[in-house]
């Protein structure tokens, strides 16, 4: 271990004199031209990189070139050209480190490929507003802790093809509503304790560059804010690499309040405009921007390597696509399955007089990622309604059956007198609805599109079942009517044979909610100061501290739809036992089902009432595979900073002393005491 370290210090220290070096034979102008970049189209003449900023022939420098998004590599000159991958919040939904790792691989690969040098994501903001129209972007769902134990896994695989990965957006950019002019007011404490750990969490696994968002945070813009930029990011939280501004984010030379670069113009930091500034700031923000690249080998691609890298490659495979139907199935979320409806195992399909109809548009054309710079056009969607169709004809994607029939949205009493009589001769009855959301706007409601009618119809089915396709928390009013309810967020290109492998048991649902369902629309409350804002929606005051989310609901003892954490599987799971060995927590499991299938045991605690804290916060997860009738145990270390809290006066985190509960449990869920254990800790 010894020696490991030694050698990584080595290894900094040469990174280190290597961007030392190159700086010290820059020009002021070409120092200069690294703090600012260039947009879309402008590289190469014809191309699509959404930044650049110009190589350095003569150091060996080449461009750095910038590309979205959070959900793959979004091409718009050359559609489906690039893998459109589950969202960030499914893999939130997966509580699954290893297919963070994968998320993260693939993308990582494709970006190398398609010959960018940084890929812009992930997402990391905490899910504060339901309806926040980004919300499917983000992969820490709404608690803290979730975000951060998956993004070191993402940042790790993506930055081992030698780009960097952008952490995104700081901070505070918690609505599309007036994102531009909107003001985020909250305390340090809170930024701390709930915002930024998925951002140190990123940190800590060696990400490259940091973004910072259009939004203000208590009255200064994000990326011209010295507190946040310089004292936190930079300071407490230590950032060693660079901070672009989101595109157009800028208002001002920014150099000395901890912006490092301009994207995707230089308007502000010019060389008109820097050139008198201190050398050693500007020699500073440009190692900042160097050294991540010499670090992950950005720099020392070899001229075989680079041959085969171009913006024109269609970098799709099956290998790609297979990857994100992985991804898509580990994270869809079986919230209910009375009567063990599913799955519908292969006796069923190959049953002569078998009979399925399926209701919605969404399964002839179906929604897989929402909109703006997230979105990833596929170069191949297979349909809902395609793939039922090709497994009740035992044959290839494509092959068609009567065994299937096909009802879109309603538009009329007689529409759906014909899907009541469809569904009473159906042996199942599949409801596909969605909505959809992007970047530039939030939703106006949490609803579904055109789920009126599914109660009415579901009354008809022997056995219905509901797939929804959301961008975050969705009504359900229906849940009631409907015996099975699949959840699978915004799944990308490979989601119809995802939802086919689940539906079918090739995949046991493993997928958790990582944010909580609400019953109605704004069940948490938000006042108008806290959402959308006041005085013209120019500032929201986050006077909710942390009871957002789960921690809302336990606060104020309300009951959500569904909560935080809440997924079914097609086998069931015991926790038999949870032991505490000072900050050491064991659990036992058992699998007490006929199927093999992954738990995940999540550990919540109630830190001193004197610390201030909400009733229960998530602090440690695991996913583990058991096998039926086989049991496990998972240990939980606890680390000081678990059992922390943000000291405004030292800027640190400081251990709560005292007497703490911890619950080990499958969900956020507490109702019902025997579904989960609670036990005692002292924190010393």
Known sequence: MKLLLASALLAAVAQADRADDLVNRMTLEEKISYLGGRGMGTYPDDGWYVGTVYGLDRLDIPALLYN???????????????????????????????????????????????????????????????????????????????????????????????????????????????????????DERLRYEMYYPPFQAAIDAGVGSFMCSYNKINHVWSCENPETLLTDLKGNMGFEGYVMSDWGATHSPSLMEGLDQ???????????????????????????????????????????????????????????????????????????????????????????????????????????????????????????????????????????????SYYGDPESDDDIAEMKTAAEAADVCFFWISTMSGEGGDRGSLSLDNDAHVAQVAEHCKKSVAVVTTPGAALMPWSDSIDAI??????????????????????????????????????????????????????????????????????????????????LSYTTFDLTKATVDGQSVKVGLKNTGSLVGSAVPQLYLQLPEECDEPLWMLKKFEKISIEAGEEATVEFDLTDRDLSIWNVDDDVFEKCVGDATLRVAFSANFNDEDSYIEKDLTIA
């Open 486 to 567: 699949l959840v699978n967020f915004m799944p990308g290109c490979a989601s119809a044979f995802a939802t086919m492998d689940v539906v079918l048991g090739d995949v046991n649902p493993s997928g958790k909610l990582p944010i909580t369902f609400p019953n109605v629309e704004n069940q948490e409350g938000f006042t108008e100061i806290q959402y959308p804002g006041i005085d013209d929606a120019e500032n929201v005051t986050y006077t909710e501290g942390w009871s957002f989310g789960y921690r809302f609901y336990h606060y104020h003892q309300a009951q959500p739809n569904y909560y935080f954490g809440e997924g």
């Open 68 to 186: 979205d998004g959070p959900q793959g590599f979004r091409d718009d000159a050359r559609p489906g050209t690039t893998t459109a991958f589950p969202s960030g919040l499914n893999i939130a939904a997966t509580w699954d480190t290893e297919m963070a790792g994968l998320w993260g691989d693939k993308m990582g690969k494709e970006f190398f490929d398609k010959g960018a040098n940084v890929m812009l994501g992930p997402g990391l903001n905490v899910a504060r507003v339901p309806v926040n129209g980004r919300n499917f972007e983000y992969m820490s769902g709404e608690d803290p802790v979730l975000g951060a134990t998956l993004v070191p896994h993402v940042i790790e695989k993506s930055q081992a093809h030698k780009i960097l990965a952008n952490a995104k957006h700081w901070v505070n950019n918690n609505q599309e509503t007036n994102r531009n002019s909107v003001s985020s007011n909250l």
């Open 262 to 404: 301009e994207m995707a113009d230089s308007d502000f930091m010019s060389y008109d405009n820097l050139k008198d500034m201190p050398i050693e700031n500007i020699d500073a923000s440009v190692k900042r921007i160097l050294k991540p690249f010499i670090t992950v080998g950005a720099f020392d691609i070899t001229d075989e390597e680079n041959a085969d890298r171009s913006i024109y490659n269609n970098v799709t495979s099956d290998e790609h696509f297979q990857a994100a139907r992985t991804i898509a199935a580990n994270s869809h979320v079986l919230l209910k399955n009375d009567n063990d409806v599913l799955p519908l195992t292969a006796d069923f399909w190959t049953n002569a007089d078998m009979n399925v109809a399926m209701f919605g548009t969404q399964a002839f054309d179906n929604a897989i990622g929402g909109q703006g710079s997230g979105r990833v056009d596929a170069a191949w969607k297979p349909t809902p309604l395609d793939t039922f169709k090709a497994r009740a004809a035992g044959g290839e994607y494509g092959s068609d059956s009567d065994k299937v």
